[in-house]
């Protein structure tokens, strides 16, 4: 516990240190500026100290004063609350500027790990707690960057007003030598008792955040199945837990607060006592009593910003925690630095899979190896049951993932030795599960690609997505809502196919591309795709005959393997499996014709 | 996060009313808060009056202690000085117990209010749930409160004491001299006023920090949400620029916004020296003149800085405030959205268990501020019939199906389920009797078995084995590393499309509806899967009724009855083998599936 501390601590130091070094010249003036501010706050008491002494208390005794005298301690004033006040700008406004820039430079680097790392590490991280990495826990790390320079200054401040109060008297200064550790003591023990509280609370609001996000996620779920109450049972069970740690936040604050405002009052009421003594001896100006008295009552609130920034460091050491986990996050894909052939430009990409095989789940293994070689300009339809590993076959092919043995090449060179950007310029995939931008049509076909809008159009033709896209108010402009809820099923597939068309791939994936569109609309897409007779090499996920006959072979996939292959009249002969799968509808057709006549006889 | 709502949204921000009905409601909803409050405020009172004891003591150590009229009363002081510090515990004793009061009362009123807003986001229909962003209907209930309580909590605290302490010095001050309070007053009056001002510019600053928040937090999750698609389209580097703009612009207004902070904090600074310097020149004329003691003139001194810390934190104050106001409306907009498909609640009608008939009565909808998408649909689904529905993309399927099962309700016409309109349906007894099964099979984070139990909490693992079973799913199961405590991952996605699809049909198969409706729940099934779905569903749904989505039109060849849907209208509804030789719209899907599929 109290090893755990310290390490919270220290790296919470190791926090602040590398923030000194991110912003050393934003920061450091902050820290100026502030530092000025610290002497200024000391110079305002002395400023007092001495005006009481050599203007007023001469004045009320003498029953009479100079306007000079006057003026002069008028300005006095005047100036150092103007340099207090310009200490004050300059420290808030660049301390915050830093905070700004690291949060920013910070959240930079975080999400260029997120398009940098591969999809496997995507799967092991759910999206909420991706988004509070970049967002809540760059600025959690970074939240003592506001208060410190302030700290930095109360530490001058300190020194200078002690030095100020042995200079005017060593009596009353022991008050102060006594009462700011005692603020200091006292701030330390409350940051100890309030961290863990503010912490847990912290990471139950994000809880109660990821309860409330996954639950209005599958709204249509818990209405279509009635789970209102038992929701909202869940939602409730963690937001009375984190109203109880606000609460118990709330005691500890509650109790230290005050006491904190009161150490600064009873001090000077010591200061009142001990000087009085003093002063009616003789051996102390009423005016140095006032400037202590005064100084004790200004400094009270800027030490407890040494307290603020205490605080704050095991929440910004959490957050900082959680960011090094992302930056130091490995296992992006390599790249290497071949290019394909150029005289390929434009022409079919070869397609090679060489005993390939892959595993999400360590020692079950989803593909196992798999050969395959499709030449350039063919079509190759990919058939399986249900879960046995299509789709991730599909993201091997434009390298979302990379194979655990083995190898896919592409005109010969193996994905993972091409320049980045070279696999996506030759291969698109159609997911099985569009994801469409929120955004406008346009963007959601071109993705920043630079083609004139006759070619978007050409594509969504292609597509059978034209018809429906002239019917929407702004046609390519139109905007699309998030994950694109406002189209029906059919609708975003048609978009998401006409994404990779437009980009006229050398190697086109389609993943059950058309299983939400109607019969009618299929058959006029395979043979606008037949008609165009696209340069490319084509593997396509499919179920129905249609998209099959499409095909110049068809591989059959079993348990990850591939367990035949050959034209779809082959397979029919040599493959029982394919034979279940393909024919399943007319068998059951035939069944059921059988058991109807025969239900007729009978009857 | 507090991203503004989207243009489209349907959800009140009941920005009509002023800040005060707004509190009143609020607080209405939140009774917690408001119970208690005279203690909690007789409290307040005790602890601000501590704040005077430090002016009042040091005049009375120079006035009646040191210049005491037979010379100095050290007596006095020390007498005076403890019956201080007795005030100044009484002080912390006071404010302990006041904040205890106040952190417990509101804590616990925004707990209320959050779980009423959730609940309530439940109860608004699809539609209205779906014309906001998730993330937006979130930090409804999540950080919206938080702004409130940390109000409540800082900000309102602040505000309290600040009020009480100022009241106090001012009663003080008047005491000691009225001509140097008048002063003081008129040195930071026109500050108080200006208050307003700057916390206005400051709050529409704050208000483009926070718009920006959203454009970053939008920007961020599309490389995360969207990451297959990013990589698969090598869009990083467009993905990218999008983050560092969105990035950028929110540091340029954070940074913005903390100049005009900075510079409002310090002009409290610049008045107290102002005020300092008048007290002293114009306090020791009225000392000259003999019209104020030399204590009371040093204990204005300690006064002002009473004045200080209220002007330098109001800003912030109020600007907090602003923002708490502005979360409450939030909050209180869900509360306020009337929930378009209402449950009739007690009133309703409890329809009992057994076979179910559904009648469409000129039925018509549009979707809002849409164009009509059904027409007129007049049909009738009798007991035990098995009815398959089919038709063009976007030709109003979905829609249809929403309609059957309350998930919207008809513009024009009604629905009507056991000859009791759907609307006079209870919803605890609609949602047993009438499931849907929707295309994307949104599964939770959690175990496989956990996610089939999900319309049936107290089913055994040896129901869910069963209706596996049953549905001839069980080859499937045994196929997975774990089985039945196999995670499915966030929205199920560690599952292939079709193994979601399975459990989301056979979760709703397990919470053993009367009308079963599938829309499309099985198009990512491989056909022999499929089939024997089709089959063991209606082996075991002999007796229940059912209606399919379905493009595979398999599924039609071996209903009761086909409904043929084209543009929104009900166009032709009858047997399959009746329709078929009818030859219109569904003669002619046949045909496409037929030369596709064989
Ligand atoms: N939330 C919505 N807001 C506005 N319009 C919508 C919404 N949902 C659907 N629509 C529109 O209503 C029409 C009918 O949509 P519906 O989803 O009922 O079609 P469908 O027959 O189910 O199509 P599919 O076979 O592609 O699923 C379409 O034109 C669609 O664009
Ligand atoms: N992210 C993941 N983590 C763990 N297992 C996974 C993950 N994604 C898929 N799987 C498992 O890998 C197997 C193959 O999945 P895949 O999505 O490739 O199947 P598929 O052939 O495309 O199926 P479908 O026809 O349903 O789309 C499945 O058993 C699935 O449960
Ligand atoms: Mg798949
Ligand atoms: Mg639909």
Redesign the pocket.
Known sequence: MRDERQATLREGVRILVRAMRDEPVILGIAVAGSAVYGLATVATAEVIGRVTDRVIVPAFRDGETTTGALALAALAIMVTSLVKAAGIVVRRYFAGLGQYLLNARYRRQVSRQYLRLPLSWH?QHSTGKLLSNANADVESSFWPIAPLPFALGVVVMLVFALVSMFLADPALALVGALLFPAILLLNFFYQRRLSPLATRAQALRAELSGVAHESFDGAMVVKALGREAAETARFAKVAGQLRDANAAVGRVRGAFDPMLDALPNLGVLAVLIIGSVRVADGSLAAGTLVQVAYLLTITAFPIRAIGFVLGELPRASVGWRRVRAVLDATGALPHGTDRLSASGDDGAAHLGLHDVGYS??EGTP?LDGVHLDVEPGRTVAVV?S????????ASLLVRLVDPVSGAVLLDGTDLRRLEPGQVAAAVSLVF?QPFIFEDSVRDNVTLGLTVPDDDVWAALRLAQGDRFVHELAGELDARIGERGATLSGGQRQRLALARALVRKPRLLVLD?ATSAVDPEVERRILAGLRDAALPSTVVV?AYRRATIALADEVVYVENGRVSARGSHPELLTTSPGYRDLITAYERDAVERAMAGTNQEKRS | MSTAAGPGSRLGDVRSGSAWATFRRGLALSPEITQGLTPTLLLALVATAGRVVVPIAVQQTIDDGLNAAGGPDLGFVRWMVGLAAVGVVITVVAAYLMNRRIFRASEAGLATLRTKAFRHVHDLSVLTQDTERRGSLVSRVTSDVDTISQFVQWGGLIMLVSIGQLILATIVMAVYSWQLTLLVWVCFLPLFLALRTFQRMLSSAYMVVRERVGGMLGAISESVVGAQAVRAYAVEGRTQQRIDDAVESHRVAASRAQRLAATAFSTGEVVAGLANAAIIVVGVLLGVAGDITLGRLLAFLFLVTLFVAPVQVGTEVLSEAQNAIAGWRRVLGILDTPADVADPGEDGVRLPRGPIDVRFEGVSYAYPNGPTVLHEVDVAIARHTRVAVVGETGSGKTTFAKLLTRLMDPVHGRVLVDGTDLRDVRFASLRERVVMVPQEGFLFDDTLAANLRYGKPEATDEELLLAVTELGLREWLDS?PAGLETPV?QRG???????RQLVALARAYLADPDLLVLDEATS???PATEVRLARALEGVSRGRTSVTIAHRLSTAEAADEVFVFDRGRLVEAGPHAELVDKGGVYAALHAAWVSQSR
Do not use: F, N
């Not at chain 1, 249900?386 to 076959?393: A, E, V």
């Not at chain 2, 996605?493 to 193994?499: H, K, N, V």
């Open positions: 799967h999400y789940v989803v399986g249900t879960g046995s590993g299509k789709s991730t076959l099985q059950d996920v | 997975l991952g996605e560690s599952l292939s499309a079709g193994e990512a099934v491989d």
